[in-house]
């Protein structure tokens, strides 16, 4: 099943920079013309990557492109090629397939890995039992389950492409024809009167909720803070709100200034090597 429609982006080119100065405690996404950069600290060095559409720009663009972004020149380590996707079936009479050789996005909040780990969990949890291998209603059980899971975190990346950015190509074809599922419709509608709560999910192991949709609608636009402090009203939860934020503020003040930082740490582990 094609995710192309909704997820367009096809290409990335990973690359690798040194570090400047401090290792940041961060990683970076960047939206660029056609797609977005990453940009992830390691002890040694910085994972980077563009993740783009090849319909709207070449590699030799989008390594011009990075390049003029970041003010230094790049060696692309090499060029993937990629359909976002997965199986109809995960788990066909004898043969399971697990992550990459079962589905794949993009890149974007490497949902890969999270996918990966329930796909295994729920198999050996739920399945792993001679009596249950050779059932067919409990493979199409399986296979609803993992196509339910990934088709969540198709909608979940496609939400971080809907902000108000229209000056190229590629964002423009965003706005104008990515298909958004009826989930995501339901759910911007319900942004427009309501702040998404945990309930609001449908739960399983896996899912995708309000803890990671949240700071995304709200750093696009979506959530409204008078929304949330009319629903908090509503509730009389504001005081409980105030207390839970001051006391998380202390907890923060007086612990944030003792955590190691990341570059300390990188020299710790260097000495005891």
């Known amino acids: 099943m094609s995710y192309s429609k909704t997820l367009p ?7 690798i920079l040194n570090h400047k100065e401090k290792i ?3 990683t970076l996404a960047h939206a660029l013309s056609s797609g977005w ?16 559409c090849d319909k709207f720009i070449s590699v030799e663009d989008a390594q011009k492109e990075v390049e003029t972004v970041l003010g230094e020149s790049i060696e692309p380590i090499k060029v993937i090629k990629f359909d976002a996707g997965r199986l109809e079936k995960f ?3 004898n043969v399971l397939s697990v992550g990459l050789s079962s589905a794949f996005a993009e890149p974007l909040e490497a949902t890969s890995i999270h996918t990966t780990i329930c796909q295994l969990f729920v198999f050996l949890q739920r399945y792993w039992r001679y009596d249950k291998m050779i059932d067919n209603v409990t493979q199409e059980q399986y296979n609803n389950d993992m196509s339910l899971m990934y088709d969540d975190m198709k909608d979940f990346l496609s939400v971080h492409y809907l902000g108000r950015r229209h000056d190229t190509e590629f964002w423009k074809h ?6 958004l599922s009826d989930k995501v419709k339901k ?9 998404p709560k945990f309930d609001y999910w449908e739960h399983y192991f896996g899912h995708v909720s309000s803890g990671l949709y949240n700071p995304i ?4 636009g979506y959530l409204k803070p008078l929304i949330a402090k009319k629903e908090l009203a509503k509730k009389n939860w504001i005081e409980d709100a ?7 503020k202390e907890f923060m003040d007086e612990h944030i200034p003792n955590l190691l930082d990341p570059n300390d740490l990188y020299n710790i582990l260097n000495l005891e090597n």
């Open 217 to 220: 609608l709200y750093n696009l």
């Open 174 to 179: 965003i706005k104008e024809n990515i298909e």
């Open 24 to 26: 940041p405690n961060y």
């Open 242 to 248: 105030k207390t839970f934020w001051d006391r998380e």
């Open 91 to 93: 788990w066909y009479k």
């Open 37 to 52: 950069m990453w940009q992830i600290p390691t002890q040694d060095r910085m994972g980077c990557g563009y993740v783009f």
């Open 187 to 195: 759910l911007l509608n319900h942004t427009k009167r309501h702040i």
């Open 9 to 15: 982006v096809n290409t990335a080119i990973p690359f």
